[in-house]
C-alpha cells in the first residue's frame, strides 16, 4: 500500500509542526491529532533519525522541523517512516529478483515498473510546501 497509517501521520503531524511556534512534544501531538501517542511517538522518532526533525529534550522539549517545508518531499517521509520507499505493488525493482521466481515470464511487470517510477518522482517533486497550499 502506497499510503499507510504511519506515512498518513507523519504527513498530518509535520503539518501541525510547521505552523508551530515551538516545539512540541509527541503528547501534544498526539492529543491534537487524535493519534495514539505510543504510534505517533516512533513515527517522530523515525523522522528524526532521518534528519526530517529536531528532537528536543527537557520540559519544553519536544519536535521541530529539522529543514524548510520546501525542503521535505513526500518520498523522504514516507521513506522515512516505512523504512524503505513505498511501493504501489508488490513486485520486484527487476525482473531477476521476482519473489515468485516467475520474472522471465511476467508480462506487466514493464508496465508497473514504468508505474512506479512515475510514483516514485512524482512524490520526491511534491514537498511539504505543496501539501500546505
Do not use: H
Not at 529536531?54 to 519536544?62: E, F, I, L, M, R
Not at 517521509?77 to 524503505?84: D, L, N, R
Not at 521466481?101 to 511534491?126: H, T
Amino acid at each position: 500500500m502506497l499510503i499507510t497509517r504511519a506515512s498518513e501521520y507523519a504527513i498530518l503531524s509535520l503539518i501541525v509542526l510547521t505552523k508551530a511556534s515551538a516545539p512540541m512534544d509527541s503528547e501534544t501531538l498526539s492529543s491534537q491529532l487524535s493519534i495514539p501517542k505510543s504510534f505517533l511517538a516512533k513515527i517522530l522518532q523515525s523522522m528524526a533519525k532521518q534528519g526530517l526533525l529536531k528532537s528536543y529534550k527537557g520540559v519544553n522539549g519536544g519536535f521541530a522541523l529539522a529543514r524548510e517545508p520546501k525542503d521535505i518531499s513526500m518520498l523522504q517521509i514516507m521513506s522515512a517512516v516505512e523504512g524503505k520507499a513505498p511501493t504501489v505493488f508488490d513486485c520486484a525493482p527487476s525482473l531477476e529478483s521476482c519473489p515468485l521466481d516467475k520474472g522471465s515470464l511476467c508480462s506487466i511487470w514493464p508496465f508497473l515498473n514504468k508505474l512506479q517510477g512515475k510514483i516514485d518522482s512524482f512524490l520526491a517533486d511534491l514537498t511539504l510546501a505543496d501539501v500546505l497550499e
